[in-house]
């Protein structure tokens, strides 16, 4: 491990994951996970078109499972989610630049294809990273122990600004797309498609860095709600693959992040992905750890600014795909020990942020008990924890490309769909306060995916 440049903290986790386990939470990442699990077993970067072209059938124990369940939590948004998953041919993907490496030729390819920006960048943005970031950046760089030269941090400049194609007014409105704007520093671009078009991914080169990464879009989203500012500490709790962690980095520069996987083989993997996207000159600010998620907060209490938790999780889209029935069910036997395991993680999450920090919970499943109860669960036991409410900052801005629907306390209800506009300034109600979640829909078949943030109260 030493060969990828990054400090590695010791190995003394008592958390083992089942083997089946390790595969739940890399779905975000697209085809690039798939690549460098590829290359782990000798194939090329070719096998990953064929990979889509493979025909492969259900597990059907686990379908039967999502009907009972699913047709009650998400109710009229079910079966249009069932048809979305069941069809592989129809999940798009997103193409996020690596702004540590020369683009301009995979930019104006996307672009003569008909991909677009999905957050568009334009004066407005440039405004608001001119803004709060930049003084962040100044305090950072007036540190004497600044851990890089001024010319390392992240700033804006006109080469990261492009123009959206279509009309910003389209659907939303133009107060509504800036809105959106301000989601992101726009160093973040990423592309997409309105169709299912694949994109090739980039085979894993020792000391070559990637120009992008392939992955649902959706996955963006608990970065972008996380807000990472230039020199601040953040800890990614359950970071391999390593997709989330690289989103960060296109969004800020931070002082420190520390990528935090138990599993060894996985942590090979976020290693890896680390070495094929962030440059040396940041690799001081980089740790890879490897310790228990569950009890991280103890040993790091108050030390983060920003802590992801993006937790293990009963993945919607490979349980489908990836079992035989017997396999289903003992998965399914797993699925409910899960919620326990995520609210140690997120407890410790909110352990190891300082007071006034922020903890971005997410998973990609649309469970109910793995999504909004664990949040519930975990506010309950926690009374410094504050839930802060996203439907406004991002539900709204881009429901333009996903297909939203808002946590609910209950369970076993039909999801009340609320109005995209708010009504009688009432939109930060509690069940919008838990979280938000992107269910898969036609024409938006990104997701799952739900996220919550979660403020500690100074």
């Excluded at 390790?22 to 990979?51: F, I, M, Y």
Aim: proline fraction near 8%; aromatic fraction near 8%; include cysteine.
């Amino acid at each position: 491990m030493s060969k990828y440049m990054f400090s590695i903290l010791p190995f003394n986790s008592t958390w083992r994951t089942p083997l089946w386990c390790l595969w739940l939470c890399s779905c975000h990442s697209g085809p690039d996970a798939v690549s460098l699990l590829n290359e782990r077993k000798g194939a090329r970067n070719k096998q990953v078109t064929k990979l889509h072209k493979k025909k492969r059938s259900s597990c059907q124990p686990v379908l039967d499972h999502f009907d009972q369940q699913y047709s009650q939590e998400l109710g009229d948004l079910w079966p249009s989610a069932r048809a979305v998953l069941l069809d592989r041919h129809s999940w798009q993907y997103g193409v996020m630049l690596n702004r540590f490496s020369t683009v301009t030729d995979i930019t104006q390819t996307l672009q003569s294809q008909g991909f677009s920006l999905l957050l568009p960048q334009t004066n407005v943005s440039t405004l608001l990273c001119n803004g709060p970031s930049t003084i962040l950046i100044s305090k950072h760089q007036a540190r004497k122990d600044s851990l890089l030269p001024p010319q390392y941090i992240s700033k804006c400049s006109p080469n990261d600004s492009y123009v959206q194609p279509e009309s910003p007014s389209h659907a939303l409105g133009r107060d509504l797309q800036s809105e959106a704007l301000s989601l992101a520093c726009p160093s973040l671009q990423c592309y997409i498609h309105p169709y299912p078009l694949r994109f090739p991914s980039q085979a894993h080169r020792p000391g070559q860095l990637k120009q992008y990464y392939l992955l649902n879009a959706a996955s963006l989203l608990p970065v972008l709600a996380l807000q990472v500012r230039d020199g601040e500490k953040v800890l990614d709790l359950c970071s391999a693959p390593g997709g989330k962690a690289i989103a960060i980095f296109q969004c800020a520069t931070p002082a420190l992040i520390c990528c935090n996987e138990p599993d060894p083989h996985r942590r090979d993997w976020l290693a890896k992905t680390l070495e094929s996207f962030v440059p040396h000159s940041l690799n001081s600010r980089v740790i890879v750890s490897a310790q228990d998620g569950r009890s991280f907060g103890q040993r790091e209490a108050g030390t983060y600014d920003k802590v992801l938790v993006d937790a293990p999780c009963s993945n919607d889209r490979t349980w489908l795909y990836s079992c035989s029935g017997q396999q289903g069910e003992q998965r399914l036997q797993e699925r409910a020990r899960l919620p326990m395991l995520q609210a140690q993680l997120l407890r410790s999450a909110l352990s190891a942020v300082r007071p006034g920090g922020v903890v971005v919970y997410s998973t990609c499943t649309m469970s109910s008990s793995e999504n909004y109860a664990v949040v519930e669960t975990v506010l309950n036991d926690c009374p410094e924890a504050e839930p802060e409410d996203l439907w406004e900052e991002i539900a709204i801005p881009l429901s333009k490309y996903f297909a939203f629907s808002p946590a609910h306390p209950g369970h076993g209800q039909t999801l009340h769909k609320p109005s995209p506009q708010p009504q009688n300034g009432n939109v930060s109600s509690y069940h919008h306060r838990l979280g938000i979640l992107v269910v898969p829909q036609p024409g938006k078949t990104w997701g799952p995916m739900f996220l919550s943030r979660i403020r500690r109260r100074k």
